[in-house]
């Protein structure tokens, strides 16, 4: 297992929650890596994504309240996330790079390796 994603939960509208994604193997945090969530019925969406070079791109309806992180020292990749609303209640997928997409410096991203997700719920 490579990507394990982990902070799910439940939190109130307008709440804080903070999710990580712990990195193995052949795939590390260093290169580029994003999250993704899937709401109940619908289709997984891009929430944010993050460069080999550092690059953070994030989809228009969570700018300015979510921001995604990586640790290297740590090998994991983060996401945390303010004003929750509730339609934010989704599974939440972790997805990295495989080593060999993987390009120190690049600001692209080419994601083909994920997580199992980790649920939770956002309450009014």
């Known amino acids: 297992v490579q990507l394990v994603e982990s902070g799910g939960g439940s939190v109130q509208a307008g709440g804080s929650l903070k999710l990580s994604c712990a990195t193995s193997?052949?795939?590390?945090?260093?290169?580029?890596m994003g999250w993704f969530r899937q709401a109940p019925g619908k289709r997984r969406e891009l929430v944010a994504t993050?460069?080999?070079?550092?690059?953070?791109r994030y989809e228009d309806y969570v700018k300015g309240r979510f921001t995604i992180f990586s640790d290297h020292a740590k090998n994991k990749l983060s996401l945390q996330m303010n004003r929750l609303k509730t339609y934010a209640t989704a599974v939440y997928y972790c997805?990295?790079?495989?080593?060999?997409?993987?390009?120190?410096?690049?600001?692209?991203?080419?994601?083909?390796?994920w997580g199992r997700g980790t649920l939770f719920t956002v309450s009014s």
């Open positions: 997805a990295a790079e495989p080593g060999w997409l993987c390009y120190p410096g690049s600001s692209a991203v080419s994601l083909d390796v």
């Open positions: 193997g052949s795939v590390s945090s260093s290169c580029g």
């Open positions: 993050i460069s080999a070079d550092g690059t953070t």
